[in-house]
């Protein structure tokens, strides 16, 4: 059985208006450069890994616009929420015709599980009790072949503060899930705009930078990065192993880092 190529990208942003930005940043632009960055390093995904935050807007428009990006790869892709996200639109228009919403999905001999962590109008996460049962139901039925769990809000802080201020509420309760189930081999997360990796044990916790703009590592407050668009290659090898790369859009220029007036914790 030959690895499994997932290519994650996050915090897409995106909106209704293709000419809309945030953080200096116009989102669909950006998108697509991410994924042409991708592309050029000649590797093509077994399918596409989503982490949440499709949409900036919570738009109908916004996840038509995704469709038709994404759509174009020619893949499956994988979608979760993120607290900028509609979780009803996501489910109505990117659960079907190779899009897959939440659930689980087997690729070669692994098993991927998507949690949603999202909660109205609030920026920090929490994964709900029904959830988390299924999350435990999904590990269990996988009969031992390697996991990796996907949600938007990494369940570890980073060392900075005000982001790990608006983190997962409830991460004991996702980590004592993934405790039981030793073969959970990766915890993969968006939310928080930058490249990380933690431990918990054997479990790594990854977290993967934004298609738009970044957040500065290691702050106490809000701070934008002048790091370009990235994305993450996630390599499921036959033989249980996990291979990660994470990588940068090499042609993108800003003039100045933006200080935009945004809520903190916006993830």
């Known amino acids: 059985m030959r690895p499994v190529q997932l290519l994650q990208v996050t915090d897409t942003h995106l909106f209704a208006d293709p000419a809309r930005?945030?953080?200096?940043?116009?989102?669909a632009d950006s998108l697509r450069a991410t994924l042409q960055a991708a592309s050029a390093l000649g590797q093509r995904p077994?399918?596409?890994?989503?982490?949440?935050?499709?949409?900036?807007?919570?738009?109908?428009?916004?996840?038509?616009?995704?469709?038709?990006?994404?759509?174009e790869l020619g893949v499956p892709v994988h979608c979760l929420p993120g607290n900028h996200d509609s979780p009803a639109l996501?489910?109505?228009?990117?659960?079907?015709?190779?899009?897959?919403?939440?659930?689980?999905?087997?690729?070669?001999?692994?098993?991927?599980v998507l949690v949603d962590s999202h909660v109205d109008r609030d920026p920090s996460g929490f994964v709900r009790a029904g959830e988390l049962r299924r999350?435990?139901?999904d590990?269990?039925?996988?009969?031992?072949?390697?996991?990796?769990?996907?949600?938007?809000?990494?369940?570890l802080p980073l060392?900075?503060?005000?982001?790990?201020?608006?983190?997962l509420r409830n991460a004991a309760e996702l980590l004592a899930v993934t405790d039981r189930h030793p073969n959970v081999r990766a915890i993969v997360a968006g939310h928080v705009h930058q490249q990380a990796e933690r431990a918990r044990g054997a479990l790594r916790v990854l977290t993967t930078p934004s298609?738009?703009?970044?957040?500065?590592?290691?702050?106490a407050d809000f701070?934008?990065?002048?790091?370009?668009?990235?994305?993450?290659?996630?390599?499921?090898?036959?033989?249980?192993?996990?291979?990660?790369?994470?990588?940068?859009?090499?042609?993108?220029?800003?003039?100045?880092?933006?200080?935009?007036?945004?809520?903190?914790g916006i993830g």
């Open 46 to 71: 077994d399918a596409v890994l989503v982490t949440g935050d499709v949409a900036d807007d919570e738009s109908r428009g916004a996840y038509l616009n995704f469709r038709r990006t994404l759509g």
């Open 139 to 155: 590990l269990r039925t996988a009969d031992g072949r390697p996991a990796l769990v996907c949600v938007h809000h990494p369940p």
């Open 223 to 264: 701070l934008l990065d002048d790091r370009p668009p990235g994305y993450r290659w996630l390599t499921l090898g036959a033989d249980g192993t996990l291979a990660t790369e994470v990588g940068w859009v090499t042609d993108w220029r800003r003039t100045a880092r933006p200080r935009e007036p945004r809520s903190p």
């Open 90 to 112: 996501m489910a109505e228009l990117l659960d079907r015709d190779g899009f897959g919403y939440c659930g689980r999905v087997d690729l070669g001999g692994w098993r991927v």
């Open 21 to 27: 930005e945030i953080y200096g940043t116009n989102t």
């Open 211 to 219: 298609t738009c703009a970044q957040f500065t590592p290691g702050t």
């Open 135 to 137: 999350l435990d139901d």
């Open 159 to 167: 060392g900075s503060a005000w982001i790990d201020r608006v983190g």
